[in-house]
């Protein structure tokens, strides 16, 4: 398996512009994450899915943020419109279901710098 | 619902010498408890889990780590330090029953001089 793919790798944009990164899970998996790493806060969880649907968005900053997961094998994830302080490493990350927690596998990662 | 703390925010150690990575848990049951490692750049990468069983986990690239039930303690140890394993690494936990969120703690960042 390739494992968690996200693209792009690096994002430059301009404040106010839209950026939506991409991520498809492993095949099987039936969890997606979506987190956010900055050097202040850490690793901060935005949102995750159960069978595509969204369970839990709590950590969604605001609704300059949403994501969407149309089929199993794809997601976004969108801010619009972006800011400076969105700068920060978005990963995403998906787990097979088996009833409880289980590991995660993390994608590479979206580098995102907003200028 | 569970809470990790990983109370090193850095470590130096030499090269070849050993390492302990502390990792405490609150939970109130036997938790899932994971290590993950992040190089720089890079996404996190799953060390080892423990669910159940030998309390002692052997993972990837020749680290181990221990469940201590009665300190509520999940610590990373590797015996000889290679410039190699400079890098983050995160201490996880989730819960048993009913589908939780891993919990994610602050990561301990481990600097190895030559």
């Known amino acids: 398996d390739a494992g968690v793919i996200q693209s792009p790798r690096h994002e430059v944009t301009e404040m106010g512009q839209e950026v939506t990164l991409r991520c498809k899970p492993i095949?099987?998996?039936?969890?997606l994450f979506w987190y956010r790493q900055t050097m202040m806060r850490g690793l901060e969880l935005l949102i995750y899915?159960?069978?595509?649907?969204?369970?839990?968005d709590s950590g969604m900053p605001e609704d300059r943020f949403s994501a969407k997961m149309p089929n199993a094998s794809f997601s976004t994830l969108k801010i619009q419109p972006s800011e400076p302080r969105d700068s920060a490493v978005y990963f995403c990350?998906?787990?097979?279901?088996?009833?409880?927690?289980?590991?995660?596998?993390f994608g590479p990662g979206t580098r995102l710098t907003v200028t | 619902a569970q809470s990790v703390t990983q109370p090193d925010i850095h470590i130096t150690v030499s090269e070849g010498a050993s390492l302990e990575l502390r990792c405490n848990y609150s939970?109130?049951?036997?938790?899932?408890l994971f290590w993950y490692v992040q190089s720089p750049g890079q996404g996190l990468q799953l060390l080892l889990k423990?669910?159940?069983?030998?309390?002692l986990v052997q993972g990837i690239k020749g680290f181990e780590a221990e469940f201590k039930r009665s300190q509520s303690s999940f610590n990373l140890r590797k015996p000889s330090v290679h410039w190699s394993d400079a890098a983050e690494y995160f201490c996880?936990?989730?819960?048993?029953?009913?589908?939780?969120?891993?919990?994610f703690g602050t990561g301990t960042r481990l600097l190895v001089s030559p």
């Open positions: 899915f159960n069978n595509n649907v969204p369970i839990d």
């Open positions: 996880a936990v989730g819960a048993t029953t009913g589908f939780q969120k891993l919990v």
């Open positions: 095949s099987g998996h039936d969890y």
């Open positions: 423990y669910f159940s069983g030998d309390t």
């Open positions: 939970y109130g049951a036997t938790p899932y």
């Open positions: 990350a998906s787990s097979p279901d088996r009833g409880t927690s289980y590991e995660q596998y």
